[in-house]
């Protein structure tokens, strides 16, 4: 593989990565807070299924770039700093109310659901045969918040005003999931990867409409400020600090 | 362990014969389900036992929830949140068991978070370091399962399978803790001070989990005549005891007890004085975390009530049959 | 509103293919597409389920063998009477220890009648405890979602304790430990 290809694929790779990793953590932050018992057991599952696909993507890289796989994973996650972390800012966003959090984890289940289809027929078989394995967990994931959307949608006005509330703070950052990143163009030449236009295109078209028919209001398309993965909000340095905290505390510590 | 203060039983002069062909019952090896006769003290005290067996679960996630965010590589992550996962599991398994006794959840998460209702004193001491991981699943989950295996054996049916599925997943708890404690006892000497620490924390109040010694247990009789306690707080905290003993001693930690010695005669692990009075203590409320922790299920609660609502009226509306 | 715990659906599963289904135990869930999806995450953490099956609690009729020496179930009948038949499924708990187990169906217009008759074609009378509920209240998974719903459960190796290797871990510091003292005297 030329130089150039992998250098595109790697970034590629850290960022799906890098926003499954970052968005379990935030899923998980609701363990033992959730609005009843069997969410607390749910939602769980979800935070586990990302942060093993975040696992997946980590060890994908690991193997490309030539580092092993048990080790490389810990140390991009657990000694980098947040500025070389490359997620979406939505997965940053603080999980906010029931509301935030159910409509976000929905967003991004039906962004990956289509990314996953279109992955497992990758001409990077590495990729192709890990989308085969991701994509039974979230067909069920993006089975179980667009039930939740849908229902607190239509409950009652007060779940509807917070739904509508949430969709309006995080519509715009939806957006960047879909943003190329660098080297991009190669990887879609190259079959590696789907164009994020049509994937965009593909999102809408399943998205709107379900939000509609539960009397949500999309907002206009403004993709935010920050387009770039490179640039980060305040959250993601408060939820490193405590991520990596012991790990940076005793860093020469296997665990 | 989960409640086992018990009140003495009343004579039901009306329901003698009933009693004494549910008391043959129970020794024949036969299962108690809903819907069988039973006498209300049997009811009581296991709806009791079980829901605060319940709330211990329940409980139980906040200390260790509060490492998953800090779990220091991404397997021991992985690890822990499935560990509080199966914990809120479990807690969802025993407040069904006591349903099928009359007890509602509504009521039952009403008591705990007014304060009424009892829960697992353990659960009520701080977590302050990664080590207490380890010693939360090796030692706190270990001492559980001894008292659960016995419970697996309880007459009545719907606890003893709730149980059953418990114990088998208990293992995993008790068996992650231990990988915890031999990897830091055997890792940096920073990582080795951080373990016997947690031990020096965490090995008191553990043996205390088991409750009074026996002589100090009011009636614990009937709890045994009616299949419910097979085995005294004692004999419970004797195994345990030698259990621990000498794999810890073999991983180089120290057990903070200065008169623990080995009795040849017995092969027993014999330990020093027991601090009740910091039991007592604990159990009423006066530990270093109760109020935190009630505060945060209090929050969750609350919090969640228009989620509830939300639910409901949507199923009310939209669904047809409960479908 | 007064604040809810949703109501409560019974869940039965089912492991293998050639295994009958079981009483699990229940969950609290909002309607029965929820259910189907809490049974999931609470009964199905770790392999094997090849189908769940939910069904309102409200609706399921249950019966013991000590019940029914003491009152006779023909005198029997349970909610609003119906003059339709339907078919209800009956599951049955042969042994003390054993679990409550698919045992068949027949058609009747109670759930007493049910079992009643049940009695008379599969049901063991010498079994210890009942359940017996009309079909058409059940909701299920499909063979369809085995692969997201239930296969996925295979993929956690570390929620089984034989993915800890401490027994071999602690014999082999037993082990050191004997050697050192042999090596001091």
């Known amino acids: ?255 | 362990m989960y409640g086992a203060t018990v009140e003495p039983l009343e004579d039901s002069r009306a329901d003698e014969a009933k009693l004494a062909a549910f008391e043959a019952r129970i020794a024949r090896g036969e299962k108690i389900e809903p819907g069988d006769w039973m006498p209300d003290e049997y009811r009581r005290q296991l709806i009791r036992m079980i829901s605060q067996h319940a709330h211990s679960e329940i409980v139980g996630m906040l200390p260790e929830g509060a490492f998953i965010a800090r779990a220091p590589s991404l397997r021991r992550k992985l690890i822990l949140l499935a560990k509080v996962q199966d914990e809120a599991g479990h807690g969802q398994y025993l407040y069904h068991a006591a349903e099928t006794l009359g007890a509602t959840r509504e009521a039952m998460i009403e008591a705990l978070l007014s304060g009424k209702a009892k829960y697992s004193s353990i659960f009520n001491y701080p977590t302050l370091s990664w080590a207490d991981m380890g010693a939360i699943g090796w030692l706190v989950d270990g001492a559980a399962i001894l008292n659960q295996s016995m419970l697996a054996k309880c007459s009545y049916g719907p606890y003893s399978r709730a149980m059953i599925r418990i114990c088998a997943e208990e293992n995993f708890h008790k068996r992650q803790g231990q990988d915890i404690v031999i990897t830091l006892a055997t890792g940096t000497p920073e990582q080795k001070a951080m373990m016997q620490n947690s031990l020096n924390r965490w090995w008191p109040p553990t043996l205390m989990m088991f409750g009074p010694h026996d002589s100090d247990s009011p009636n614990s009789g009937v709890l045994t005549r009616w299949g419910i306690k097979t085995k005294t707080n004692d004999e419970l905290r004797q195994m345990f005891i030698n259990q621990m003993v000498p794999d810890l001693l073999a991983l180089g930690l120290t057990i903070p007890d200065p008169d623990l010695r080995y009795d040849e005669a017995s092969g027993n692990w014999l330990v020093g004085k027991i601090d009740w009075d910091e039991f007592w203590r604990v159990v009423k409320g006066d530990g270093p975390c109760n109020a935190e922790r009630m505060e945060a299920r209090r929050a969750a609660h609350a919090d969640g009530r228009w989620v509830r609502e939300a639910m409901a009226a949507y199923a009310d509306k939209y669904a047809q049959d409960g479908r | 509103m007064t604040d809810t715990q949703w109501p409560r659906f019974i869940v039965f599963q089912q492991e293998h293919e050639s295994a009958a289904h079981q009483y699990a135990g229940s969950v609290h869930a909002p309607d029965a597409e929820m259910a189907l999806l809490n049974a999931r995450d609470v009964f199905v953490r770790r392999p094997a389920c090849v189908s769940l099956w939910v069904v309102p609690s409200a609706v399921v009729f249950t019966k013991t063998a000590e019940e029914i020496a003491a009152n006779a179930l023909t005198g029997e009948t349970l909610l609003a009477e119906t003059s339709e038949t339907q078919t209800y499924i009956v599951f049955q708990k042969a042994a003390h220890k054993g679990a409550f187990s698919y045992s068949g169906k027949v058609s009747a217009v109670t759930p007493s009648q049910a079992l009643a008759i049940a009695f008379e074609t599969f049901a063991q009378r010498s079994a210890l405890a009942w359940r017996v509920f009309p079909e058409q209240a059940v909701t299920r998974s499909t063979p369809e979602d085995i692969e997201a719903l239930f296969q996925p459960a295979a993929g956690k190796a570390f929620r089984d304790q034989a993915f800890y290797h401490t027994v071999a871990a602690m014999q082999q510091i037993r082990k050191q430990l004997q050697e050192n003292t042999a090596d001091e005297s």
């Open chain 1, 1 to 255: 593989m030329n130089p150039d290809l992998t250098a595109a694929l790697a970034a590629h790779l850290l960022a799906l990565a890098d926003d499954e990793l970052i968005l379990g953590h935030r899923d998980s932050e609701w363990c033992g807070h959730a609005p009843i018992l069997e969410e607390d057991i749910a939602f769980a599952n979800i935070a586990l299924d990302e942060i093993g696909h975040g696992v997946v993507w980590y060890s994908l890289l690991a193997d490309l770039v030539g580092e092993d796989r048990e080790t490389y994973p810990n140390r991009l996650v657990y000694h980098r700093d947040p500025a070389d972390f490359r997620c979406a800012q939505i997965v940053e966003l603080s999980k906010g109310d029931w509301a935030f959090s159910m409509l976000r984890q929905y967003l991004f289940d039906s962004y990956e659901k289509l990314h996953l289809d279109w992955l497992v027929n990758s001409e990077y078989h590495p990729v192709a045969e890990a989308a085969a394995k991701l994509r039974p967990e979230e067909i069920y994931h993006l089975r179980h918040t667009r039930a939740w959307v849908r229902r607190l949608g239509l409950g009652t006005e007060e779940s509807n005003q917070r739904m509508q509330a949430a969709i309006d703070e995080l519509w715009p950052h939806a957006l960047q999931l879909f943003g190329p990143l660098p080297g991009d163009a190669l990887l879609v030449d190259t079959c590696f990867f789907p164009d994020p236009a049509e994937l965009l295109e593909a999102w809408q078209a399943v998205v709107v409409p379900y939000l509609e028919d539960a009397h949500l209001r999309v907002p206009p398309d403004e993709p935010s400020g920050a387009a770039s993965r490179t640039q980060h909000t305040a959250h993601l340095d408060l939820l490193l600090r405590g991520l990596q905290e012991i790990a940076r505390l005793y860093p020469d510590a296997g665990w």
